[in-house]
C-alpha cells in the first residue's frame, strides 16, 4: 500500500527562523512527488513537482528537493504570510496519462511575527 | 482556484437524503477528480475521470456516484447520505492527468 507520511505535525516558527519540513513516501511506481500549500477554509494551491531523485524547485522563500526515499520544503526566513498547512503528495501512474496522487496528512506552519 | 467552481460551498443535509455536488470548470481539462478531506487522514480519492463519461473509482468509492454529461461539469451525488459522509468535499482538475489543481471545497454536514 502507498504511503506517505509528513512530519512535523506542526511546526511553530519566529519569522525569520528558517527550518525545513520532511515528507517521507512509499509509493510503487513514483513517478512525481507533489507539494501544495492550505490556508484555512480555501482548497489546496499547486507550489512544486518534482520527477527525479537530486531535482530541486524553489519559489519566493521555499525550496523543495527529492531524494528516492523522500522529500523536503526548506522554508527560508519565512514571514507571517507562510503560515499554512503544507501538503506533500506521492503520484503513481494510473491507467493512461493520468496520476493517482497518494496524501501526507500535511504539516500545519505557524510563522509568528 | 484555476477556473474551478463548486457548489453549493456549505450544505447541511438529514440521514438518508440524496445530496448532489457540482464541479465547474471553465479551463478545458480533461481530468477531473472528487475528493474528501477528514481529520487525521490526508486528501482521498473518491472518483475522477478521464473524459466526458468516462469515469473511475477511486479509494473511497462506496456510497458515492459521479456523472460526467459535458467537459465542464463533474457531478458527485450521495445517494443516501450517512454521517459517515461529513466531511469537505474538494473537486479538482488536470490539463494532462499529473498536476491537479483544487477548487475550495464543499462543507458537508450530515445530521
Known amino acids: 500500500e502507498d504511503q506517505v507520511t509528513q512530519s512535523p505535525e506542526a511546526l511553530r516558527l519566529q519569522e525569520g527562523e528558517s527550518s525545513s519540513l520532511n515528507c517521507s513516501y512509499t509509493?510503487?511506481?513514483?513517478?512525481?512527488l507533489f507539494w501544495y500549500r492550505q490556508d484555512p477554509g480555501k482548497g489546496p494551491e499547486f507550489l512544486f513537482t518534482?520527477?527525479?531523485a537530486g531535482e530541486e524547485k524553489e519559489k519566493e522563500r521555499l525550496k523543495a528537493t527529492l531524494t528516492k526515499k523522500e522529500s523536503f520544503l526548506h522554508i527560508t526566513a519565512p514571514k507571517p504570510e507562510d503560515s499554512a498547512t503544507y501538503l506533500c503528495?506521492?503520484?503513481?501512474?494510473?491507467?493512461?496519462?493520468?496520476?493517482?496522487?497518494?496524501f501526507g496528512k500535511g504539516t500545519l506552519l505557524t510563522v509568528n511575527p | 482556484d484555476a477556473g474551478i467552481t463548486q457548489s453549493p460551498r456549505h450544505k447541511v443535509t438529514e440521514t438518508g437524503t440524496p445530496v448532489t455536488l457540482r464541479c465547474h470548470q471553465t479551463?478545458?481539462?480533461?481530468?477531473m477528480y472528487w475528493y474528501r478531506q477528514d481529520p487525521g487522514h490526508g486528501l482521498r480519492l473518491i472518483h475522477y475521470?478521464?473524459?466526458?463519461?468516462?469515469?473511475d473509482k477511486g479509494e473511497v468509492s462506496d456510497g458515492y456516484s459521479v456523472s460526467r454529461s459535458k467537459t465542464e461539469d463533474f457531478l458527485l451525488t450521495l445517494e443516501s447520505a450517512t454521517s459517515s459522509q461529513t466531511s469537505v468535499y474538494f473537486c479538482?482538475?488536470?490539463?494532462?492527468?499529473?498536476?491537479?489543481?483544487f477548487g475550495a471545497g464543499t462543507r458537508l454536514s450530515v445530521l
Open positions: 479538482a482538475i488536470s490539463e494532462s492527468g499529473d498536476i491537479q489543481y
Open positions: 509509493v510503487s511506481g513514483l513517478r512525481g
Open positions: 518534482l520527477y527525479s
Open positions: 503528495a506521492g503520484g503513481a501512474q494510473s491507467g493512461g496519462s493520468n496520476y493517482k496522487l497518494t
Open positions: 479551463e478545458n481539462h480533461r481530468y
Open positions: 475521470s478521464y473524459g466526458v463519461k468516462d469515469t
